[in-house]
């Protein structure tokens, strides 16, 4: 540059006077690494220098360091070995050990852990007037021995009960020691008490024949060997099981009952109803309800006949079958008249469909007790027994008064003594009846 200078004839000095000078431009924000962090990590966080980082450190005091515990910072706290009394014991004993300083003329902080109940005690003239009656076999020298003991440990029965002098006085268990102490404790309180004022501070009642029992069932449990604690949880599970087969033949009873009911109207009580319900501007209530559309609009008719989605494909394939078997169409003319009554010739059939079920039902479960009555009682029959046909026996009048005297009852689906016989006699010839009898698997 010198050389250039020279040539052009352009004197140093004065460039170096027309020269402006240049203007420093400061860094907009500068963020210092945080102490304890690693440059590799710190270079992460952005992608030129001159950039902020993405993730701002919220703490870089603590954050990168491994604290250090501050020790010898504050004054020392000065212990001494002083001495003091424990309020619990009468003896006025002294007893030493190490305190603060500041601690000094404070109670002793255990002193709240010894505090003694409150001791009943009785006067000679209170035990000749309310205690002395008692026939139990307690003298006053043996209860004076017991309230000596409850002062002298505190109403600890157990110690109480191993301190108890069976030499002088007849042996004791440790419930009849409690039922009597409490007893002569509730009936002082209550003698001392003015009249027309609670007693204050009584002790509950103690049932010393309840806790022996309680004891004994206790050393039973836990004296058992494990073949019977296996024994035990297999009775319990059974239990479960019977319990919860007990609570399905109730539902299903309560079902067929229903059907039963059912089944018993007459046809022409049913149409009368209808013809009712019909002049009373009202829907008729069948088992099984179907889509009615009541909504302004314009909608199609044969949306009436659409099975509802709470029928499951089984029993509506078995309704098709039935309908072909018939020679209904399946999807008839959808005119008002047409709809009423294909839906309600559905309804029948799907109470026809329940009953064979519930038919079926029945018959195993007859079956299934036959067989279990025949393996407890081996030469008997069950065929026998009144109660075990589906089949209802002819009735006499001297078989109904003396309907459920001689009778044995069997725990079946269907209890006998839930339906008439004329209801049973009705379902069992509407099953034998119809024209669908051979639709075994349906």
């Known amino acids: 540059m010198v050389d250039a200078r020279e040539i052009l004839g352009v004197d140093s000095l004065e460039c170096q006077l027309n020269k402006q000078p240049k203007i420093k431009r400061l860094s907009e924000g500068t963020f210092k690494k945080p102490g304890g962090m690693h440059r590799e990590l710190y270079a992460l966080l952005q992608s030129d220098y001159r950039d902020p980082p993405t993730l701002a450190p919220t703490d870089t005091g ?38 603060r300083k500041q601690e000094d003329g404070k109670e002793y902080p255990f002193a709240k852990f010894g505090k003694l109940n409150n001791q009943v005690s009785y006067s000679d003239e209170e035990y000749e007037l309310y205690l002395q009656s008692e026939s139990d076999g307690w003298t006053r020298e043996e209860l004076d021995h017991l309230f000596e003991l409850s002062r002298q440990f505190d109403r600890r029965f157990v110690i109480m009960f191993d301190r108890y002098d069976i030499d002088k006085y007849p042996d004791r268990c440790m419930e009849d020691l409690k039922q009597k102490y409490y007893n002569v404790v509730q009936k ?128 509506s394939k078995a309704v098709e079958q039935l309908l072909e078997e018939l020679g209904v169409d399946i999807i008839p003319m959808p005119t008002e008249e047409i709809c009423q009554s294909f839906n309600e010739l559905r309804n029948q059939l799907l109470l026809l469909y329940e009953l064979k079920q519930a038919m079926g039902n029945c018959e195993y479960e007859l079956q299934s007790m036959k067989h279990r009555y025949e393996i407890l009682y081996p030469g008997k029959k069950a065929a026998d027994l009144v109660g075990m046909s589906l089949e209802p026996p002819p009735e006499t009048p001297e078989d109904t008064r003396s309907a459920g005297c001689n009778q044995l009852l069997i725990d079946s689906l269907v209890p006998l003594s839930a339906v008439s016989a004329r209801k049973r006699r009705a379902a069992s010839s509407l099953l034998e009846s119809n024209p669908w009898k051979k639709l075994k698997n349906i």
Request: net charge positive; glycine share 6%; proline share 7%.
């Open 188 to 315: 002082l309180i209550k003698v001392r008490t003015l009249p027309g004022q609670e007693p204050k501070d009584l002790p509950p009642n103690f049932d010393g024949e309840h806790e022996k029992n309680r004891k004994e069932q206790l050393i039973q449990i836990f004296n058992r060997t494990p073949e019977q604690v296996e024994e035990e949880e297999m009775l319990v599970s059974e239990l479960k099981k019977i319990e919860s087969r007990k609570k399905d033949r109730e539902r299903k009873s309560q079902e067929v009952t229903k059907l039963i009911h059912a089944v018993d109207a007459k046809p022409g009580q049913m149409l009368e109803q209808q013809h009712l319900l019909k002049l009373n501007g009202s829907d008729i209530q069948s088992g099984v309800k179907f889509p009615d559309i009541k909504g302004s609009g314009v909608f199609l008719r044969s949306s009436k006949l659409k099975m509802p989605p709470s029928i499951g494909n089984k029993k």
């Open 62 to 99: 603590f954050s990168y360091k491994q604290p250090k515990a501050k020790i010898g910072r504050s004054v020392v706290r000065q212990w001494r070995w002083t001495s003091f009394l424990n309020p619990a014991r009468s003896d006025n004993l002294m007893l030493y050990h190490w305190r």
